[in-house]
Nanobody, 116 residues
Framework: QVQLVESGGGLVQAGGSLRLSCAAS?????MGWYRQAPGKQRESVAT???????HYAEFVKGRFTISRDNAKSTVYLQMNSLEPDDTAVYYC?????????????WGQGTQVTVSS
């Protein structure tokens, strides 16, 4: 069982920046950030493997940067040039992969609100 604790959300004006952090209680093979806006499905924002390979959703490329500190079991999401459409609850995700299955763990979510 991996527990995730997120921090860093808040209210920011369009064009501003926020940095999200997520600390895991254990090892994770892949960590990432997802978001869910009101009335919409949860969507992937960015993921990063323990080796540092990252993947971004098209709508955040060039604006968001994901990074992780394996020694601290922490993943970060630096969000720049924020837009009102980025308003959502952001969830941290950790994946632990074994030979036969994958375990997914989720944080409680942190609200990001971007005002125009």
């Amino acid at each position: 069982q991996v527990q995730l604790v997120e921090s860093g959300g808040g209210l920011v004006q369009a064009g501003g920046s926020l940095r999200l952090s997520c600390a895991a209680s254990g090892r994770a093979d892949v960590m990432g950030w997802y978001r869910q806006a009101p009335g919409k499905q949860r969507e992937s924002v960015a993921t990063i493997t323990s080796g540092g390979s990252s993947h971004y959703a098209e709508f955040v490329k060039g604006r968001f940067t994901i990074s992780r500190d394996n020694a601290k079991s922490t993943v970060y999401l630096q969000m720049n040039s924020l837009e009102p459409d980025d308003t959502a609850v952001y969830y941290c995700n950790a994946q632990v992969v074994s030979l036969i299955r994958r375990f997914d763990y989720w944080g409680q979510g942190t609200q990001v609100t971007v005002s125009s």
